[in-house]
């Protein structure tokens, strides 16, 4: 028999009103019962969820597409489902299970993307914390068919970044061509989104060339698994240098999830022949300019990489949950959410921060 859950009729959350507005934490938000959830819904009463800078993103209007008002933001989500919509058909979930919330929380499955595997880019694809509300909050509706189950060796905690960040710079690197003893440049790589690379790109047999700056993230990122190093702000000649330590001949591949366009172009100047880009970073407004010349004549390719499907969440999680790759973290509570947003907005924000819904 599935087990028992007692679910409240109100519930601790960070709402925002209006764009200009401040974050409002409450703790007498409806949750949603389980006679109310529609065939194919679950409730999840949530241990944590992440912070990303998305969050900032959505909470700010930043993008052209408006988040939904009032919102309830984030998208890195882990907790127990606690109940399943009445006449839900063939649930590849059930009551009990530890899953996880990430961005793309709904997709039709049956569009062009989502048929080719695309489904991050469905035409009908609902978001958590942006079309939809998301986890910062102590329950949130999502559906079974596209929650991720979280493997047993893995904590809550640990899991949560991976379902965004790990996610992201996992695929990127993934559909970036490069195998085996191939170099890769992922610049921001001391970073909440870089670190994970490292460790990801490690894992998978590449050659990493870390770009960030500072002793500190210099330290961690070779601790783990960087093979070279390249201050920005000490180099005189980023493309040089880089070029230097892949050989002489350029990387094969780059993951840049940088907010603003130039890192772009510099990476075709310090890519090999064939050697592929990835553009990642989702800034607000900023345009992508290549050297149309040096961009036919060494054959490089650009390809945007935008989250994950489902196939790709299992195997970031799986990855991690076997030790191979670590999300450095902080665990805060849920009344922390403002400080967090300033911090990230700063730049201050070493690693990621989860929140505990616990608390
Ligand atoms: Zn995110
Ligand atoms: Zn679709």
């Given amino acids: 028999m599935a087990p028992q859950f007692t679910i409240p009729k109100t519930q601790k959350a960070a709402i925002v009103e209006k764009t200009d507005a401040p974050l409002k934490i409450v703790d007498n938000h409806p949750v949603k019962q389980p006679s109310e959830l529609a065939p194919g819904e679950c409730l999840v009463e949530l241990d944590c969820s992440g912070v990303c800078h998305t969050d900032l993103h959505a909470r700010n209007n930043d993008w052209p597409l408006p988040a939904k008002l009032p919102l309830i933001g984030g998208h890195e989500g882990v907790g127990r489902i606690v109940a399943i919509g009445e006449h839900t058909q063939s649930s590849p979930v059930k009551v009990g299970d530890r899953v996880g919330i ?17 489904e991050q880019s469905c035409i009908n694809g609902q978001y958590s914390g942006f079309t939809v509300d998301g986890t910062f909050s102590q329950y949130v509706v999502s ?22 960040a790990g996610i992201t710079v996992y695929r990127a690197i ?23 690379a490292v460790q990801y790109a490690a894992a998978m047999g590449l050659r990493v060339v870390a770009v960030d700056t500072g002793a500190e993230k210099k330290e961690l990122v070779m601790k783990l698994g960087a093979e070279k190093w390249v201050d920005f702000r000490e180099t ?33 100047d310090y890519l090999r022949m064939g050697g592929t880009l990835m553009v990642v970073g989702l800034p607000a407004r900023a345009n992508l300019s290549a050297d149309i010349f040096f961009t036919v004549v060494k054959s490089i390719n650009i390809i945007g990489s935008y989250v994950g499907n489902r196939q790709d969440a299992r195997e970031a999680l799986d990855i991690a949950s076997r030790g191979k790759v670590k999300c450095y973290y902080v665990t805060k509570p849920l009344s922390a959410l403002s400080e967090t947003y300033e911090g990230l907005a700063e730049g201050k924000i070493v690693g990621r921060v989860v929140l505990n819904m616990k608390e």
């Fill in 102 to 118: 990430k961005w793309l929380a709904y997709s039709c499955l049956d569009c062009e993307p989502c048929r080719k595997g695309l």
């Fill in 174 to 196: 993934k559909y970036s061509k490069a195998k085996i003893g191939d170099w890769i440049v992922l610049p921001g790589a001391g970073g909440g989104l870089g670190h994970l």
């Fill in 143 to 164: 559906w079974v068919t596209h929650v991720t189950p979280i493997p047993d060796n893995l904590s809550s905690a640990e899991a949560a970044s991976i379902l965004c």
């Fill in 236 to 268: 005189k000649d980023l493309v040089k240098d880089i070029k230097e330590a892949t050989d002489g001949f350029g990387a094969h591949a780059a993951v840049v999830t940088a907010a603003n366009g130039a890192a772009y172009a510099q990476a075709i």
